[in-house]
């Protein structure tokens, strides 16, 4: 086992989505200093899914010209891509322009839709280039994957993004936030605590991370060592060839006599079964794994994402912090799991969808209640809503690595088709909450030093 390699590929795996998901926890910080305001989310989830172009034009270039594209150019500019628009957004974020009604942030908008065709289109480039290394740094892959989200969260914390305090303007009195957070001599006001460091800071951090993914990607493919694990010079790109050289040796190992005893029901049998490699599983068990990959992606995604802060918030801002930290961590801790047990049971992984399925749905009642959820007066409603958060992303993390497993082995094409599910699944779950959200406004949220809920 080469160590190298796994560390460059966990590297090279956080690279993926760093850059989003540095904007998403950066929110809290960077909405009180620009003209969109809290708007900034909504608008960022529609820029999110126009990005998907990126994402697009590979898988029809993958299903039209297979074989032509090759991964390792895309992946340098897209990633060079991040490095620069990352470094820029540093210095231009709080930069505005005026047209139409208004001001608007016209540079971090459009690096925000930079690094989003970065991110998307990793999606569909990242996994296939694992197919050129041994099947065992594909799981240290998603554990860097993981990573991508929980980096950027850590670096938030230390950086005290979003932390509270409620001051009694009446009586100058500072209190701490939460629930019981009422002055008797008037109404509170949320006063936000400085940040230790600046936006600026951060954006040159997820840059510098960005040019670590670069480097292990120019590791991956030319450092010596790493050379060895690669599967060899004679790589086939394209699953579909794969499957030609399989089945010309299987008409090669019949003899003439037992091509006739081929009766109409086995050849029905073998027409049903997948394109991808292998052929391990039929179309209905690949329809299964496919639809199981997207819906598992809208929710983890964008589906509960959208709601966190009005499923945490009403607990405390503590709770909030917590369970986004802590649920951050779940997905490297599951990625990590299926590296020692990679469980391939299509009837596990239903299972364990239908478990996470309902722990999503606890999650989506609470913040359908806000912002006066259940035991909302107690330290068992903070604690119970943390651990919801942590074993949905831990159960559902777990199923995205087992497929991810399960289609490497189907081959290339495969693993392509894979990248376009999850973003396929990940723009359907935006685009259904975004009217629910942004809207209709379903969901609301409290304030964070006057609302008062009935015991």
């Known amino acids: 086992m080469s160590w190298l390699t796994h560390v460059l590929s966990c590297l090279f795996g956080i690279g993926s989505w760093v850059a989003i998901n540095g904007m998403w926890v950066e929110l809290p910080l960077i909405v009180h200093e620009i003209p969109e305001g809290w708007y900034l989310p909504s608008y960022l989830t529609i820029i999110i899914q126009m990005a998907n172009i990126g994402p697009l034009f590979i898988t029809l270039m993958h299903r039209f010209r297979p074989g032509v594209l090759d991964e390792r150019p895309i992946i340098y500019t897209i990633v060079a891509v991040g490095v620069v628009a990352t470094f820029l957004m540093a210095f231009l974020w709080k930069h505005t322009l005026t047209f139409g009604n208004g001001k608007h942030s016209a540079a971090l908008l459009c690096l925000s839709f930079l690094l989003s065709i970065v991110d998307c289109t990793s999606s569909v480039t990242f996994l296939p280039f694992m197919m050129r290394l041994q099947p065992k740094y594909l799981t240290t892959y998603f554990i860097g994957e993981g990573l991508s989200g929980l980096v950027p969260a850590l670096g938030a914390l230390s950086q005290g993004v979003g932390v509270v305090h409620c001051k009694n303007a009446s009586a100058n009195a500072n209190f701490s936030f939460g629930n019981s957070s009422w002055g008797s001599d008037g109404e509170l006001q949320a006063q936000y605590q400085p940040a230790n460091f600046s936006a600026q800071v951060f954006f040159l951090f997820l840059s510098a991370m960005m040019m670590v993914c670069l480097g292990a990607f120019l590791l991956l493919n030319?450092?010596?060592?790493?050379?060895?694990?690669?599967?060899?010079?004679?790589?086939?790109?394209?699953?579909?060839?794969?499957?030609?050289?399989?089945?010309?040796?299987?008409?090669?190992?019949?003899?003439?006599?037992?091509?006739?005893?081929?009766?109409?029901?086995?050849?029905?049998?073998?027409?049903?079964?997948?394109?991808?490699?292998?052929?391990?599983?039929?179309?209905?068990?690949?329809?299964?794994?496919?639809?199981?990959?997207?819906?598992?992606?809208?929710?983890?995604?964008?589906?509960?994402?959208?709601?966190?802060?009005?499923?945490?918030?009403p607990y405390g801002n503590k709770a909030y912090h917590l369970a986004a930290t802590l649920s951050a961590v779940a997905n490297p801790v599951a990625c990590f799991i299926a590296m020692f047990v990679p469980i391939r049971s299509l009837v596990l992984m239903g299972v364990l969808t239908v478990t996470g399925t309902g722990f999503g749905a606890y999650i989506m009642a609470v913040a359908a209640l806000s912002p006066c959820p259940l035991l909302i007066h107690h330290d068992l409603g903070a604690a119970l809503i943390i651990i919801t958060w942590v074993t949905f992303v831990l159960t559902l993390s777990y199923v995205k690595v087992i497929i991810g497993v399960i289609l490497r082995d189907e081959g290339h094409s495969a693993l392509v088709w894979c990248g376009a599910v999850v973003q396929l699944g990940s723009m359907l779950g935006a685009l259904s909450m975004f009217p629910l959200v942004s809207v209709y406004r379903l969901f609301k949220s409290g304030d964070p030093c006057n609302t008062k809920c009935p015991k």
């Open 222 to 313: 030319h450092h010596p060592a790493v050379q060895r694990e690669h599967k060899g010079k004679d790589y086939i790109s394209d699953s579909q060839k794969v499957e030609k050289i399989d089945m010309s040796q299987s008409l090669k190992d019949e003899t003439p006599e037992q091509r006739p005893m081929l009766d109409s029901s086995e050849s029905h049998v073998k027409k049903q079964h997948s394109k991808f490699g292998k052929r391990t599983y039929s179309r209905i068990e690949l329809v299964f794994i496919f639809v199981i990959l997207a819906w598992v992606n809208a929710l983890t995604n964008a589906v509960l994402p959208s709601v966190q802060s009005y499923s945490c918030l």
